[in-house]
């Protein structure tokens, strides 16, 4: 198994970097431009030359307030041949009915049912609970506690707050974000 190279050096970085540890995956360290330390091992231009997709493998640690930028870089890297492998903390539990695509992270006591697609590069943060037959778009941040009934669709690039609750058969457009604590109903008739 190739080394992980996170890249960000920020507080999400170091959490990754334990999330990492916490599933066994040898850390060879951060990619940053931004930020300094003994743990900042590059820069972003250096994946490609000093870091190729022989040598490491890849996380994202650039948070929601540079989603645009993430998710330039996830596809840009990608394409160049790195890989992005999911993160799954050894107590979530994602059913073998559902798939989590590349390089998504899925934290402590998460819990995915049955049906459920969660797409490439998402966050779910601890104890988030995605119920049956949800699909959840790319780059999706669900943040703790977050509760998605069965049948909710969520756009990419979106943001769900802290213990929300996204009621069944609810459709949530690409970029919607819900507050933190919030009931969110907009049911649409299941045919």
Known sequence: MK???????SSF?????????????????????????????GRSDD???????SDVDLA?????????ARMT?????????FDFPNLTHPSARISPHASVGAGSLV????????????????????NVTVSHDNTIGEGTFISPAATLCGFVSIGAISFIGASATIVDNCVLAPRSFVKAASRYNNRIART
Do not use: Q
């Not at 994202?60 to 645009?68: K, N, S, T």
């Open 60 to 68: 994202m640690a650039i948070g929601y307030r540079h989603i645009d």
């Open 73 to 81: 870089m996830f596809r840009r890297l990608t394409a160049m041949g």
């Open 107 to 126: 934290m402590a006591n998460a819990d995915i049912d049955a049906f459920s697609r969660v797409g490439e590069l998402c966050v779910l943060w601890p």
């Open 13 to 41: 970085g170091r959490l990754i970097k334990v999330l990492a540890e916490e599933v066994g995956r040898k850390v060879a360290g951060h990619v940053d431009d931004l930020h300094t330390g003994d743990w900042i091992v």
């Open 3 to 9: 080394p992980l190279l996170i890249i960000g050096g």
């Open 47 to 53: 994946l490609g030359s000093r870091f190729t997709p």
